[in-house]
C-alpha cells in the first residue's frame, strides 16, 4: 500500500514537473535544480555566480529550506530576485511547490532560474522539478567516497560541481577518485572544481551556464 | 491518505523502538543514534572513539548506508562488531531494521551499541530506533547556522558534537552561534567540540559516553 501511494505521489510529481518544463521552455528560461548535502555551499556557490553574470545573464533563485528565509535574503542581498519554499519539514522540493514559486517571479526579466534544493544528498534525487539541467554539488570536506554511497544523486545529475577546492590543501580528499567514480555513474558528467570563496574554478562553469542557455 | 498512512508507519515504528529500547536495557546496553549530513565525519568519530576506549568500553556499531558496505569495513578494521544495513535507497533507518541488527551482534560482549544513522540532516530526525540517547554531529566545514534550518535535529538530541575544529581556522565559522542556537532548541543539550582527525577534545565526549554508560 505505501508503494502504492508513493507511485501515485510520484506521477502526480511527473505531471507537475513536465507542465513547469514546456512553461519554462516556451519563455525560453533555462531551469537548473542543485542538490547538496547541507553545508556544501550552494547558496555562496549562487551568490558568486550572479554576481560574476551581472549585467549579462538575469538570474533568479528558487531556494528550498525546511524552514527560514535566510538563504532567500543572501540571494536578494546580490540584486537577484530569490522566492523561499519553506518546507515545514519535508526533505525534498516537489514539482508543485516550484510552480507556485515560479509564477510568483517577475518571469520577462529571468534567463535562468536556478533553483536550491533542500540539503539532502537522498530524497531530492527522486523529484524532478521541471528542470532542464540537473546539477549535484559536493565539497571537499565531505570526502571523496560520496558517489559509491549516495549514487542517485550522481547518476541523474548533468553536471558535478566539486566545491571548497581552496581547502584541498588542508584535507585528504582525492579529486580524481570522485571523478572516476561519479563519471562510472553518468559518463558525459560535466565537471568543474570551484572555490566559491576565492571564486577559483567559476570561468568553465560559467562558460558551461551561459552556452547551456544559448 | 498521505498523512493517514505515514502515521501508521511511524505509530508502527514507535512500537518497534520501544522493544528495541527494553530488550537492549534488560541487557544493560547503552544505545546512541548518531544523525548528521553526509560527509560531517560520523564513522571517523566513531573509528577513534572505540580506539581511544578499547580494552575499557566494548563498543559495536550498526551502519545505515543507502548501499555499500564502506562504513562497516572501517568499524571491523578496529576490532569492534559492525553491522551494515544496506537502506537500498530509503533516506533514514526504521526501528526494524535495528532489531534485525541487534540480533545479528553477538550481544553479550557489548556495553555500548553506537548506530550511525544514514547521511541526511532531516528524515532521520522523525524515527526513533529504540536508542536510550541521540547525538547530533555537525562539522564546522558546513557552516554555523544549521540550527535554524535543521532544527528538529537539535530538539530531538542530547548530545551535539561540533566536529573538525582543526579546521576553525581555515574557515568562518562561529562556534558561540551554533551553541547558542542549539541551547534555545534544547536546553540540556550536551556539546563537544571534536576533531575525529586530531583527536582534540575527545576526553569529554569520552568521559560523558563511559559516565552514561555507567
Not at 535544480?33 to 528558487?62: C, D, F, Q, Y
Request: aromatic share 4%.
Amino acid at each position: 500500500m505505501k508503494l502504492k501511494i508513493n507511485k501515485k505521489i510520484l506521477a502526480k510529481n511527473e505531471d507537475c514537473a513536465a507542465a513547469n518544463r514546456k512553461f519554462l521552455k516556451d519563455k525560453n528560461i533555462l531551469c537548473i535544480n542543485m542538490i547538496s548535502s547541507p553545508g556544501s555551499g550552494k547558496t555562496t556557490t549562487l551568490e558568486k555566480t550572479i554576481n560574476m553574470l551581472k549585467g549579462k545573464v538575469n538570474i533568479a533563485v528558487i531556494e528550498g529550506d525546511l524552514q527560514t528565509q535566510l538563504d532567500a535574503e543572501r540571494i536578494r542581498a546580490t540584486g537577484a530576485q530569490a522566492i523561499q519554499i519553506e518546507t515545514k519539514g519535508a526533505c525534498h522540493l516537489s514539482a508543485a511547490q516550484v510552480t507556485n514559486a515560479i509564477h510568483t517571479l517577475n518571469i520577462d526579466q529571468i534567463d535562468i532560474i536556478i533553483i536550491e534544493n533542500v540539503g539532502n544528498l537522498v530524497c531530492p534525487s527522486d523529484f524532478d522539478l521541471g528542470e532542464e539541467k540537473r546539477v549535484v554539488l559536493v565539497s571537499v570536506p565531505e570526502g571523496d567516497e560520496k558517489c559509491a554511497k549516495y549514487p542517485k544523486a550522481f547518476a541523474k545529475a548533468d553536471v558535478l560541481l566539486i566545491n571548497k577546492i581552496d581547502l584541498l590543501e588542508h584535507l585528504d580528499f582525492d579529486v580524481n577518485r570522485i571523478k572516476k567514480d561519479a563519471l562510472k555513474l553518468k559518463k558525459d558528467l560535466k565537471i568543474f572544481e570551484i572555490s566559491a570563496k576565492t571564486g577559483d574554478g567559476f570561468e568553465d562553469w560559467l562558460n558551461w551556464l551561459t552556452k547551456t542557455k544559448k
